[in-house]
């Protein structure tokens, strides 16, 4: 039913509101009527959300992240992605919006690696670091 198309046409619906709702004067009916656009963007923005929820229901990339995610909370603070975004920054000079993906990969992706590799294959480390018994 929730298909690419309704995607697509869902996230253009969105962004034509968005415009309208920029354009409008200070009229009391077009107050209105931005206030109701205001409400069809709400309701768009839920809707994009669930296709895209659904979309990612069953991605393996999903699923692996979930599993890992008491390991990613963990491990994975938030000054250290605050921090290597700005030394990739201001020391290497990168682009802000690569250095930011780029941190929030790493800092995703190297607990799970260390999860993986290290934490969950020694029975003490997965005991004192994860509280739990491995299987």
Not at 30 to 50: D, M, P, S, T
Request: proline letters at 2%.
């Amino acid at each position: 039913m929730w298909g690419g198309y309704w995607t697509v046409s869902l996230f253009i619906c969105f962004s034509a509101l968005r415009l309208i709702s920029y354009s409008a004067s200070g009229n009391i009916i077009i107050r209105f009527a931005v206030q109701l656009i205001k409400y069809a963007e709400g309701f768009l923005g839920v809707c994009i959300i669930y296709v895209l929820a659904k979309k990612l229901e069953n991605n393996a990339v999903v699923k692996t992240i979930g599993d890992y995610s008491y390991d990613i909370y963990l491990m994975h603070n938030p000054y250290v992605v605050a921090m290597t975004s700005v030394i990739l920054n201001k020391v290497i000079g990168i682009n802000s919006y690569i250095t930011i993906v780029t941190a929030v990969t790493a800092g995703i992706a190297l607990p799970i690696c260390a999860s993986r590799c290290v934490i969950r294959n020694i029975p003490f480390l997965t005991k004192v670091l994860l509280g739990m018994e491995r299987k």
